[in-house]
């Protein structure tokens, strides 16, 4: 072959593979543009349905979004802050007849201010039952304390959503703290349990029997107890809707 036939068989050959390169690159680009629509319109589609679907949820998310202690704290009707008085019915036990107020002292015979109100055995409340810790919010202060005689051992519950207010179970076996120290816990834990008879060696302070003895501060001054902390500390839980305290909750006329 000579020169001048194979320049131009080389000049043919070049200029085929330019024009296949070129078909290619058309292709390349064309399926480029294409799944780059695809996506475009996926992400459009997917966008949204998420914006329904979120705004399909948007109530129940509103719900979901309130704190367990903000629901509760809805949840407490003002006939549940009234003041119990002896031989109330809180829930599942029964109130003692020495409430809030001046009473004869079953120890010392003489009259003497009774800052609180007691549940004992007969009221459904025997030695050892478990006590459980107050409050509507995340988390409360208990403090450990002993006093003998008097309260013997003692807890101080301070739930962190009440500054101004604070509750005292005397008369314990156990506390959830060694004495003189404090921890928080969430509200519906055990932080005691009920305490014993003294004459058979428990350490329950001056009493005549196993018992809880409860009181109520408010603006740290001695109060009348009120009922949904009373029913919280005994049944582990505030009182189950229809919040009232009607029917078995109903005290006693």
């Not at 109330?88 to 020495?98: A, E």
């Not at 459980?132 to 959503?161: D, H, S």
């Not at 009493?207 to 919280?232: M, R, V």
């Amino acid at each position: 072959m000579n020169p001048s036939n194979l320049e131009q068989s080389i000049a043919r050959l070049d200029a085929k593979i330019d024009e296949i390169a070129s078909d290619l690159d058309a292709q390349w680009e064309a399926k480029k543009a294409k799944a780059t629509e695809q996506f475009v319109l996926f992400a459009v589609v997917g966008s949204c349905a998420l914006l329904a679907y979120h705004h399909a949820l948007h109530p129940l998310l509103n719900k979901v979004a309130i704190t367990p202690g903000q629901q509760a704290i809805n949840a407490i009707t003002p006939d549940l802050e009234k003041p119990v008085k002896g031989g109330d019915k809180i829930g599942q036990f029964t109130m003692g007849m020495r409430d809030f107020g001046y009473h004869i002292h079953p120890v010392h015979g003489t009259r003497r201010f009774h800052n609180g109100v007691d549940i004992g055995a007969r009221g459904g409340l025997p030695e050892n039952s478990q006590l459980f810790v107050v409050g509507r919010g995340q988390r409360t202060k208990v403090t450990c304390l002993l006093q003998n005689p008097g309260a013997g051992l003692y807890a101080i519950l301070e739930p962190e959503e009440s500054p101004d207010r604070s509750f005292m179970a005397a008369h314990l076996n156990k506390c959830a703290f060694p004495v003189g120290e404090s921890g928080y816990l969430k509200p519906g834990a055990v932080f005691g349990l009920v305490g014993g008879d003294p004459a058979k060696g428990a350490i329950a302070g001056t009493s005549t029997g196993p018992h809880l003895h409860w009181s109520e501060k408010q603006d740290g001054e001695w109060t009348n107890p009120t009922y949904w902390p009373l029913y919280q500390v005994m049944h582990g839980q505030l009182p189950s809707p229809p919040l009232s305290r009607g029917g078995l909750n109903a005290p006693k006329p």
